[in-house]
């Protein structure tokens, strides 16, 4: 019997919200029992601006009157945040493996809590690692030129996170186990950080690589943030730093990515969900 058969359809957007928050609930205790894993996941960001403030912080130039720092967090947090959200193939993968989906496909519920539930979660893990994110920046130096700035910047971000947490999920949805989804997602990833101005600007770049980083969106949304955070800059920096664009401009580019990824995966998502035979 179906969830429709078994749930009044006036009720049914009702029951929909209460499945999708009774799977974020149950994900964000799975999580909160794995302490190890919560430390492990934020250790590494931490270990990353500490490293890049300290250690390479002082051979970057091209930022003008703009501490390194300043720079450094924006990029920081958006390769946090979309790494974090790798959680969400890996806790699909392990979910199917075990069978646990299979399970919850034969319940009465919606089909999309799953999903929704799993995305939320992670969103959730992606909002405390950000905090924590800019809470050790301010302690090393950084300092955003404006507050709003600085919380739109966050909005964003969660935004985008969430919007890719779809694409891991997606992936998860299809690898048959948990070292399936780092292999198929890592190459990924690594470049789209890396290749993007999440450390240094993309003026700095060869010609060919500065294509691909000033258009990709991970830079894109990067250059958003810091944009929002760092406050008005000089036309020569904003052309050294965000390739001549406005604020404004890479905030609705920003969130028509984060859109656009959120529509398209997440559609597939869910219709690689319904069609898994149970």
């Known amino acids: 019997m179906t969830t429709s058969e078994l749930r009044p359809a ?58 390194y720092v300043n720079y450094l967090i924006p990029g920081i947090a958006v390769q946090t945040a979309i790494f974090t959200a790798g959680n969400s193939g890996f806790a699909l993968a392990e979910d199917r493996g075990k069978g646990f989906i299979d399970r919850l496909r034969s319940l009465p519920m919606a089909r999309s809590a799953v999903l929704a539930g799993r995305v939320s979660a992670d969103t959730l893990s992606n909002a405390v690692g950000l905090f924590i994110i800019i809470a050790v920046g301010v302690a090393v130096g950084f300092r955003p030129e404006s507050i709003p700035g600085l919380l739109l910047g966050v909005l964003l971000l969660l935004g985008f996170a969430l919007a890719t947490c779809f694409i891991f999920a997606l992936v998860g949805m299809y690898a048959s186990n948990v070292q399936t989804v780092n292999a198929a997602t890592f190459p990924v990833i690594f470049p789209l950080t890396f290749a993007s101005s999440a450390f240094v600007p993309t003026s700095t770049m060869p010609s060919w690589l500065r294509a691909f980083a000033d258009h990709q969106p991970v830079t894109i949304v990067i250059n958003a943030v810091r944009a929002l955070t760092i406050g008005n800059v000089s036309s020569a920096q904003r052309e050294q730093l965000f390739a001549g664009q406005s604020t404004s401009s890479l905030v609705i580019q920003s969130l028509l990515w984060a859109l656009g990824i959120g529509l398209v995966f997440g559609s597939l998502a869910v219709r690689r969900y319904n069609s898994t035979s149970i």
Do not use: K
């Open 10 to 67: 006036s009720n049914s957007l009702r029951w929909t919200i209460s499945d999708c928050l009774a799977m974020t609930g149950r994900n964000v205790r799975r999580l909160m029992r794995a302490p190890d894993q919560v430390v492990f996941t934020l250790l590494s960001p931490i270990m990353f601006t500490l490293l890049f403030r300290y250690v390479f912080g002082g051979a970057i130039r091209g930022l003008g009157n703009i501490n």
